[in-house]
Each structure stands twice: as structure tokens, then as C-alpha cells.
Nanobody
Framework: QVQLVESGGGLVHPGDSLRLSCVAS????????MAWFRQVPGKEREYVAA????????YSTDIVKGRFTISRDNAKNTMYLQMNNLEPEDTAVYYC????????????????WGQGTHITVSS
């Protein structure tokens, strides 16, 4: 299975932007569907966005509301999440995931996970 490492989290103010990165190794990155999930303590991990191996994108409209963009660079084995206009409700640990699946929004469909990167949005 592919190994994943996220980066780019931090402490930001409401309205700020961040770009998360997820670097993959040990597998054929270009063949995987990739996704971002997030989790807060005491709650289930929730789907944020996904991108197929071909580059088609899908978003959780309730969460993203047009603010986030997912992308991938297969030459760099890297996936990104550009996050704009961040809100306090976006505070969470963000995880990237990889899988060979068409059920992009389902946690159980992904066999590889990163360790997570924490985002805190606070004034």
C-alpha cells in the first residue's frame, strides 16, 4: 500500500487561506483515487473532497461551500487541498487517504491514510 504524509496545517485566523499537501510513496500514485477527510475529537471522520486517478473532483458541498479546491500532481506524487476563507468550524485534523475505489466519499473505501495535519481557525 502507498504511504502518505500530510503537511501544511497550522493556526490561522478566520478568512485566511491554507494549502495542504499529501505526499505519497511506495505505490503507483497515479492509479489511486485520493481524498481529504477531517475529524474533530468525539466525532466521526467526515469526507471533505476527493479526486479520481483521472483528475475528476468531488466535494462535500456542506463543508466546502465553494471555498476549497482539490488537485493532484502525479509527477510529484502529491495531492493538494487549497482552502480559502477558512472558518472556525473548519478546525480539525485533516487526513489524506488513498484507495482504488469509485465510492469516493466513504471512509471505509480507503486503505491508506496519513497521520493527519491539524488546522485551528481562531480569532
Amino acid at each position: 500500500q502507498v504511504q502518505l504524509v500530510e503537511s501544511g496545517g497550522g493556526l490561522v485566523h478566520p478568512g485566511d487561506s491554507l494549502r495542504l499537501s499529501c505526499v505519497a510513496s511506495g505505490g503507483t500514485f497515479s492509479t489511486y483515487a485520493m481524498a481529504w477527510f477531517r475529524q474533530v475529537p468525539g466525532k466521526e471522520r467526515e469526507y471533505v473532497a476527493a479526486i479520481t486517478w483521472k483528475g475528476a473532483t468531488m466535494y462535500s458541498t456542506d463543508i466546502v461551500k465553494g471555498r476549497f479546491t482539490i488537485s493532484r500532481d502525479n509527477a510529484k506524487n502529491t495531492m493538494y487541498l487549497q482552502m480559502n476563507n477558512l472558518e472556525p468550524e473548519d478546525t480539525a485534523v485533516y487526513y489524506c487517504a488513498a484507495g482504488h475505489t469509485s465510492r469516493l466519499g466513504e471512509v471505509g473505501e480507503y486503505g491508506s491514510w496519513g497521520q493527519g495535519t491539524h488546522i485551528t481557525v481562531s480569532s
